[in-house]
């Protein structure tokens, strides 16, 4: 089972700063099937990143992906006030799939 | 549109079973598999399996074999996942959401439903 480790467990920012999340994986993710949710509370997640890179349709263009292999990395270019939130990563390359424990992003 | 349109709130005592449907519309209910997740009060994102509504094939995390079993309507686009021998750490709220996966691309999880919760209390 691949485990997924993010950093830092919580960030705080201000709107209009820049966030930079963590997601290493135990072991390499196959073909970087790597995607990141959203989460709000009381609602379901919400797809942002699939692949590593590409971005699920309707997803803002201030969120990219990146990395490859066993680290990746979720950014946010100018955090707007709806973007706090908790951010999971998640591997789907293998079985079982596999989230993070969760970054969450809080208003500083 | 995409909808997953889960059944409602579910309280069950130890020992009982609880099965969660997840009618979809807006897409064909046959070409996308259709996975469970649950997250406990205030916890994370716990993976559960998946059923290719087209085959019928499923597929369980090992931490669920024996207890959990997922199965799918065709007539009515309906998939299923049914818990047994429950207990106080099952209480969660279970999610169904949907991936396309084909040979040359999968999309994970991109329409969800909003959720069941299942509480377990004697």
């Known amino acids: 089972e691949i485990v997924l480790t993010q950093s830092p467990g919580t960030l705080s920012l201000s709107p209009g700063e820049r966030a930079t999340l963590s997601c290493r994986a135990s072991?390499?993710?196959?073909?970087?099937?790597l995607a990141w949710y959203q989460q709000k509370p009381g609602q379901a997640p919400r797809l942002l990143i699939y692949?590593?890179?590409n971005r699920a349709t309707g997803i803002p263009d201030r969120f990219s992906g990146s990395g490859s292999g066993t680290d990746f990395t979720l950014t946010i270019s100018r955090l707007e006030p709806e973007d706090f939130a908790v951010y999971y990563c998640?591997?789907?390359?293998?079985?079982?799939?596999?989230f993070g424990q969760g970054t969450k992003v809080e208003i500083k | 549109q995409v909808q997953l349109v889960q059944s409602g709130a579910e309280v069950k005592k130890p020992g009982a079973s609880v099965k969660v449907s997840c009618k979809a519309s807006g897409y064909t209910f046959t070409g996308y598999f259709m996975h469970w997740v649950r997250q406990a009060p205030g916890q994370g994102l716990e993976w559960m399996g998946w059923?290719?509504?087209?085959?019928?094939?499923?597929n369980y995390a090992q931490k669920f074999q024996g207890r959990v079993t997922m199965t799918r309507d065709t007539s009515i686009s309906t998939a299923y996942m049914e818990l047994s021998r429950l207990r106080s750490d099952d209480t969660a709220v279970y999610y169904c959401?949907?991936?396309?996966?084909?040979?040359?691309?999968?999309?994970?999880?991109?329409?969800w439903g909003l959720g069941t919760l299942v509480t377990v209390s004697s």
């Open positions: 692949g590593a890179s």
């Open positions: 998640q591997q789907y390359g293998s079985s079982p799939r596999t």
């Open positions: 072991q390499s993710v196959s073909s970087n099937y």
């Open positions: 059923i290719n509504p087209n085959s019928g094939v499923t």
């Open positions: 959401a949907r991936e396309a996966n084909n040979l040359i691309l999968v999309v994970p999880f991109d329409y």
